[in-house]
């Protein structure tokens, strides 16, 4: 089992940036997918972005495509989601998980992540 602790969520104006981290420890980080995910007051929680155990594909939801960048550090056990241009409908608790299995392709479902950090809350006022 891996855990994980997510931080840098912050109340910040329409049109900024944030840089959320999750520093991961328990396994071997560097083998698993990781995503980021969000749920806003009274939804679902949705997909944001994800990135493969080595690195090499990032995936986005559409919705923060071209805004919103994920990168990982394995020398940190750490996974990273750059946000910029942030918008009031990006307000949410974002949680980031780990992939069930090793050496997965590109997870983008709940059910794919088997842990999850407790999150952390992104603020966008208008």
């Known amino acids: 089992q891996v855990q994980l602790v997510e931080s840098g969520g912050e109340l910040v104006q329409a049109g900024g940036s944030l840089r959320l981290s999750c520093a991961a420890s328990?396994?071997?980080?560097?083998?698993?997918?990781m995503g980021w995910f969000r749920q806003a007051p009274g939804k679902e929680r949705e997909f944001v972005a994800g990135?493969?155990?080595?690195?090499?594909?990032?995936y986005y939801a559409d919705s923060v495509k071209g805004r919103f960048t994920i990168s990982r550090d394995s020398a940190k056990n750490t996974v990273y989601l750059q946000m910029n241009s942030l918008k009031p409908e990006d307000t949410a608790v974002y949680y980031c998980?780990?992939?069930?299995?090793?050496?997965?392709?590109?997870?983008?479902?709940?059910?794919?992540?088997?842990?999850w950090g407790q999150g952390t809350q992104v603020t966008v006022s208008s």
């Open positions: 998980g780990a992939d069930r299995s090793p050496f997965g392709s590109s997870p983008n479902k709940i059910a794919d992540f088997g842990s």
């Open positions: 328990g396994r071997t980080f560097s083998w698993y997918a």
């Open positions: 990135i493969s155990w080595n690195g090499a594909t990032t």
